[in-house]
């Protein structure tokens, strides 16, 4: 006969000698039984051993380098998959039939117009405006645009919200880049895919259909791919801590948007250039590699805090380099980092730490030899990961385990001071 006497955690009180038995489930105890029983609050800021939800979305194992959507390795889809049929996955949790794709493609290809007010508000920003910043309050503009979007509760309303994210999300980024080049912004061509129209919409001049190489179409695809999910990150969470408020799904994300600004989440892979760059040539590697292990330098789009092992993602985008140099020619700057990286997978100082490439070492290059500027890279990552966003946004409205988001404190400020009114003070 099985055991089935549930898994516990015994916890004694060492200032009284009280014991509390807290019941172990899926690899965790509940902070807030450990509290009644306890009186004591858990301080975990950066939530670094803090479980916020339960979720079936995205698989991680950063011991072995493992990351999953809904199940499908990584490695997988973005060799076999479309950035389209991989956001259905992320959403609906399954693989679309033939029909369902069908729908799905249909939709979102017909919702990438936004209203010409949109345009407007984005024609207002400064000539030298932060694309990233008229992506996150264009998104949050949208909210207005489609004021029935506050019904979180209405499964179609939901849905159509959905659509028009994803949809639209190209289009604003596009908008964004387009803007700072003093260029017309171009409108969406529904005829061309999901990646072939983002590419139009940002580079295409005066010729009639936007004519984009298939090697940099797939490539951009793959790269949209790999950034569509990764679990409870500081953008996922913030997305999951607005919308716990119950906030139309536009606001959320555009939360989303705002946390992937700032530059330890989404910014490493200009790092990465910049170091390249600083590097110059091969021969100054070693002089580099010493102060890095003097800690005077840090080896940018080295180390991870959940992968321990090769980041699955820098694989397949270090494959996905050769496909694109093949048509835009080498970026220079690619043998030293291929070197660096020899250099660093052998040397016992990274070896010993667990320092491997992360998903930024390779991207800024792939991105620079496509013709970006560096502030448009979190922007780049902002579109595809709008799918997975709003997967964890969806199953959070269904959750009925979730609370509005709202963390404890540990209270370490003055109390109970008499206030002395202004004109008294500077008597
Ligand atoms: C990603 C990152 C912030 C993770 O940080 P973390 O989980 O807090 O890991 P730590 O900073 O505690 O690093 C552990 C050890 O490895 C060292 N280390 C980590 N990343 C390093 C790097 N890129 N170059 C040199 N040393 C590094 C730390 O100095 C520390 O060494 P110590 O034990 O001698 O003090 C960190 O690896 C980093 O700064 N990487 C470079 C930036 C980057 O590529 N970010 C993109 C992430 S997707």
Redesign the pocket.
């Known amino acids: 006969m099985t055991d089935t006497t549930p898994a516990t955690l015994t916890v004694r009180d060492n200032r009284d000698g009280s014991e509390h038995e807290l019941t172990i489930t899926d690899g965790a105890v509940s902070a807030s039984e450990f509290g009644k029983q306890t009186g004591l609050a858990l301080y975990d800021p950066g939530f670094t051993n803090t479980a916020s939800c339960r979720s079936a979305v995205t698989y991680i194992d950063g011991e072995a380098g493992i990351l999953e959507y809904r199940g499908y390795p990584i490695e997988q889809l973005a060799e076999s998959s479309t950035y389209l049929e991989v956001a259905y996955l992320l959403i609906h949790g399954e693989l679309p039939t033939q029909q369902q794709h069908e729908e799905w493609v249909h939709e979102i290809t017909f919702h990438t117009y936004v209203h010409e007010n949109v345009k407007s508000l984005m024609q207002g920003f400064r000539y030298d405006a932060h694309p990233m910043g008229m992506l996150l309050s264009s998104v949050g503009a949208l909210s207005t645009f489609y004021p029935e979007s506050r019904d979180i509760h209405d499964e179609q309303v939901r849905h159509e919200q959905i659509v028009r994210m994803i949809a639209k999300m190209p289009t604003l980024g596009a908008w964004s880049f387009r803007h700072a080049q003093g260029k017309p912004y171009i409108y969406p061509d529904n005829e061309l895919s999901y990646a072939e129209n983002f590419l139009s919409m940002l580079f295409k001049m005066s010729e009639r259909q936007y004519d984009a190489d298939p090697r940099l179409v797939r490539a951009l695809e793959i790269l949209f791919i790999l950034h569509a999910d990764h679990e409870q990150n500081c953008s996922t969470n913030a997305v999951r801590s607005v919308g716990s408020s119950q906030v139309d799904p536009y606001s959320a994300v555009s939360a989303g948007i705002a946390a992937l600004y700032g530059p330890?989440h989404g910014g490493?892979n200009e790092?990465?250039l910049k170091m390249l760059r600083k590097i110059k040539t091969k021969d100054n590697i070693p002089a580099f590699m010493e102060g890095?292990?003097k800690?005077d330098?840090?080896?940018?789009?080295?180390?991870?805090?959940v992968y321990k092992n090769y980041?699955p993602r820098a694989t397949i985008i270090k494959k996905a380099c050769d496909d694109v140099f093949e048509v835009t020619g080498v970026n220079p700057l690619l043998e030293i980092a291929q070197e660096l990286e020899k250099i660093a997978l052998e040397d016992e100082?990274?070896v010993k730490?667990k320092?491997y490439p992360?998903?930024?070492?390779y991207s800024g290059l792939i991105y620079e030899a496509l013709q970006f500027p560096a502030e448009m890279f979190t922007v780049l990552f902002a579109i595809p990961r709008t799918s997975g966003w709003l997967a964890q946004w969806l199953e959070l409205v269904d959750d009925k385990e979730q609370k509005i988001a709202r963390p404890k404190q540990i209270y370490t400020g003055e109390r109970q001071l008499k206030f002395v009114p202004a004109a008294e003070r500077w008597a």
């Open positions: 330890l490493a790092a990465v890095v292990k800690g330098e840090r080896l940018m789009g080295f180390g991870h805090r980041d100082y990274f730490r320092l992360n998903v930024d070492f």
